[in-house]
Structures are given as structure tokens and as C-alpha cells.
């Protein structure tokens, strides 16, 4: 197979800027624009309030526990099939034809919401479906460049300097897009105004599409440096490379201890992204009318853009502190501080100042924990180069997570009558994570 070389700036500008243009799905799509605009067009007709009710597939439910539910379906489907078609990827060299698939499939996807629609909410949802799957089906490839460009001592700052790239690219579309909703929004009573909600899915979709042209005109086409003929059995191959994987963690116990810590802390973590919108939507006190409205919306998305600019702080931060105390303890310390979030929220947060103050611990160590993660991981691979398969199964155990996390939130959210009750159960993750890492080495750097 083909070397790549290590800490090559320009390879590193290409594969960061890929965070660059797909951070927005995470922004706008699942936390901050899309979120809001589902809640509405649920619970209201026209400027009439109707209720959280839905119906989807003849069944009623609370809006925001279908929404948890279709997520985490989309998720299963990302489980299923990506960790055959790294397999593939890996055999025959060609992972970045992969990266460009899901690429598109989920820029695509996002402009598709254009048409989101409460009156046919089940095929409305279709589209969020595929952006879901092609976002996360593409971070399997992006992911597995890692320890292939960057050596191990650079792998925590390669690391936090792509999820920092992501955080400022997403929050300067969040911001043109908040722009556009609150200066020229278009009122359908006068005719004034130019802008739909809307056009920030159509926006979203381009700006991931066109800005990963830079990271797929720069990476490498191949991995391999033989052109393989035999491509019979490509995915008994993909099942095979698979096997391989999971047996080589069996053997290595940090590397064991580490993802299964990973799974829970992790599992906190991607709930906290998926559902925190929505969790202050119907949790918190904005006051009542058409103007309370209007500030919980702006308020929410402000929220989210003090949660973006402090996470490029806090990947920084907690890149630096990683070289000083090592990655695990540092990871620790971060868990520590979810745990306290979550404290917080269940018990003190009802009022939009107690929000704001949960947004910036948020925001401290969402990207640090998550920078962190990606590169200890790397760190504790063995020599290998068939790198897509091991962050496939990295990938597995994340998505497996976040679908038990995101369907227990929404089940006793559902039984509960509320979601405040769903958030001891991100406590109880976050502990078990914690103390799985008691058991990690904390030699790692």
C-alpha cells in the first residue's frame, strides 16, 4: 500500500476543511435551524397553535419524541451499512470515492428539506433520513485519514484544529442564515421580505457540497499502491476486513477498555446534540404570544452560536491539556464537567439566563471531548493500514450509542409526560463512561 506522508500541511488544510463544510449538518440540520423549524410547523397552523401532537404512520405521538425516534432509525441504517463498505473501501484503496458518495448524498439531502411539510411528515422525513446517513456515513472515511497524515504526537492538534475549522465554518453559515430569517424573513401576509426559513436547508446543502471540493481536489484518490483486478466478493471482503478488525481489539485491552468507555460517555454526549433544542423548547419558561415565540427562536439559535465559538476554545484547551496530563485524565475531567451539566440542567434550569449558562459549559467541552476521542482512538490503533475498518467499528460503537441514547431519551420522555425526567438517564452514561476510563491507561499522549 501507498504512504501517505505524515503531517504534510497542505494534506492537513484539505482534510480539515472537510469539517469545514460538513459541520453545518450538525449546526443547522440537528441542532439549531432545523429543530426549531420542525417544532413549529408541528405544533402550529399557520400562526394557530394545534398542540406537541403528531400523527406518523397513524399514530399519535409528542413531536419531539418522533423526532428522536427517526433520528436514531437513521442511525441504524448508518450501523448496517458502513461498516460493509469500509471493508470494501480499505480492500481496494479507494475510501475517498466513499467520502465523496455520502458527501453528496447528505449535501443533497439537506437541500431536500426545502419541502419538509407537516401534512406528509412521513415522506418529509425521508430526506432528513438520507442527510443523517450521508453526514455520518462520510465522517467513517474522513475519520480514518487521521492516523495516516498526522503522526502520533500531532494527532491531538490535527484533531482539535479540524473540529475548530467545523465549529467556525458552521457558525458563520448559522449566522448568514440567522440573518436572513430575522432581516429579511418573507411575510406571507404583506409579501415583504425575500427569505424562507427554508432556503438555509438549500444553503446548508451548497455550502457542504462546494466547500468539500478543496478536501477531495487535495487528498489522495488511492491508498493502494496496486490497482486491484479481482473484485468478485467485494463484500465478503467488507465482512471479512470486519472480522479481522474486531479480533485484533479482542487482543489489545486498552484499546478495548477505551471503546467501551467510549460507548457510554459518548452515548451522553450525541443525545445532548440531538435533543437540546428541543429539551429547551418545552422545558423552559419563554413566556406566551407570537413575540415570546419569536425570542425563543432567536434565543435558542444564539445559544447554539455561544456553544459553537466557546467549543473552538475549549478543543484548544483540552488539545493542550492532553500533552500536559495525558488524554485520559484529560478526557476524565471533561466527563466530570458533563456530569455536572446534566446535575444542573435536571435540577436548576427553567429559565432562558440558567440555559445560556449551560450553553457555554457545553460548548467548552463538546469539542474538546470530541477532538480528544477521535485521537486517542487513533493513538491506541494497532500498525495497520486498513484504517476505514477500524474507524468503522469505531463509528458502529458511536452510532449504537446514540440510537439507545436518543430512543431511551425519547421513551421516558414519552412515559414521563416530559423530557426532564429523560435527563438522568444522560447522567447515569456519562458515570458509567467515567468510570470506564479508571481503567484505561493514562499514559497516553
Known amino acids: 500500500m501507498q504512504t501517505l506522508e505524515k503531517d504534510n500541511a497542505k494534506t492537513i488544510k484539505a482534510w480539515t476543511f472537510y469539517d469545514w463544510a460538513n459541520s453545518v449538518f450538525p449546526l ?27 400523527t406518523f404512520f397513524g399514530k399519535e405521538f409528542e413531536n419531539q419524541n418522533i423526532y428522536s425516534f427517526v433520528y436514531a432509525f437513521a442511525l441504524a441504517i448508518v450501523v448496517v451499512i458502513t461498516p460493509v463498505l469500509s471493508g470494501i473501501a480499505d480492500y481496494l484503496g479507494n475510501k475517498k470515492r466513499f467520502l465523496q458518495f455520502f458527501c453528496y448524498l447528505g449535501s443533497i439531502s439537506c437541500m431536500c428539506l426545502y419541502f419538509f411539510s407537516r ?30 497524515i498526522a503522526s502520533a504526537e500531532n494527532q491531538d492538534k490535527v484533531s482539535a484544529r479540524g473540529f475548530s475549522m467545523g465549529y467556525f465554518g458552521s457558525s458563520l453559515l448559522l449566522i448568514i442564515c440567522l440573518i436572513g430569517i430575522m432581516v429579511f424573513k418573507r411575510n406571507d401576509v404583506t409579501g415583504t421580505g425575500f427569505f ?37 466478493g467485494l463484500f465478503s471482503k467488507g465482512f471479512k476486513e470486519l472480522i479481522s478488525v474486531f479480533k485484533q481489539i479482542k487482543k489489545i485491552s486498552q484499546l478495548r477498555r477505551f471503546l467501551f468507555s467510549y460507548f457510554f460517555y459518548n452515548m451522553g454526549v450525541q443525545t445532548v446534540m440531538v435533543v437540546a433544542v428541543l ?17 425563543k427562536t432567536t434565543s435558542l439559535i444564539v445559544s447554539i452560536l455561544i456553544i459553537q465559538f466557546v467549543g473552538i476554545l475549549g478543543s484548544f484547551v483540552f488539545s493542550r491539556l492532553s500533552g500536559k496530563i495525558g488524554n485520559v485524565r484529560s478526557l476524565m475531567i ?20 440558567h440555559f445560556y449558562v449551560v450553553a457555554f459549559l457545553v460548548g467548552f467541552v ?21 484504517h476505514a475498518s477500524f474507524f468503522s467499528f ?37 458515570v458509567i463512561g467515567f468510570i470506564g476510563l479508571l481503567f484505561v491507561p493514562k499514559t497516553i499522549k
Open 28 to 54: 443547522v440540520i440537528t441542532s439549531a435551524i432545523f429543530p426549531n423549524f420542525y417544532d413549529y410547523v408541528t405544533t402550529h397552523n399557520g400562526k394557530e397553535f394545534i398542540g406537541h401532537t403528531v
Open 119 to 148: 401534512k406528509s411528515l412521513e415522506l418529509s422525513f425521508i430526506p432528513f433520513i438520507t442527510a443523517t446517513v450521508g453526514f455520518w456515513g462520510s465522517l467513517v472515511y474522513y475519520n480514518s485519514y487521521l492516523p495516516q
Open 196 to 232: 424562507r426559513v427554508e432556503y438555509s436547508f438549500l444553503l446548508t446543502g451548497l455550502w457542504w457540497i462546494g466547500f468539500a471540493q478543496y478536501t477531495f481536489k487535495n487528498l489522495p484518490d488511492k491508498t493502494h499502491s496496486d490497482e486491484i483486478t479481482d473484485r468478485s
Open 279 to 295: 429539551f429547551a423548547r418545552n422545558e423552559i419558561d419563554w413566556g406566551t404570544g407570537e413575540a415570546a415565540e419569536k425570542a
Open 334 to 353: 471533561a466527563i466530570f464537567i458533563w456530569i455536572f451539566i446534566c446535575c444542573f440542567t435536571y435540577l436548576v434550569v427553567r429559565l432562558p439566563m
Open 366 to 386: 463538546m469539542g474538546g471531548i470530541q477532538a480528544l476521542s477521535r485521537s486517542t482512538y487513533s493513538k491506541l490503533l494497532p500498525p495497520t493500514e486498513d
Open 394 to 430: 469505531y463509528d458502529v460503537m458511536e452510532k449504537m450509542g446514540m440510537i439507545i441514547g436518543t430512543v431511551s431519551f425519547g421513551m421516558i420522555s414519552e412515559i414521563m409526560g416530559g423530557m426532564r425526567p429523560s435527563v438522568l438517564s444522560l447522567i447515569l452514561f456519562f
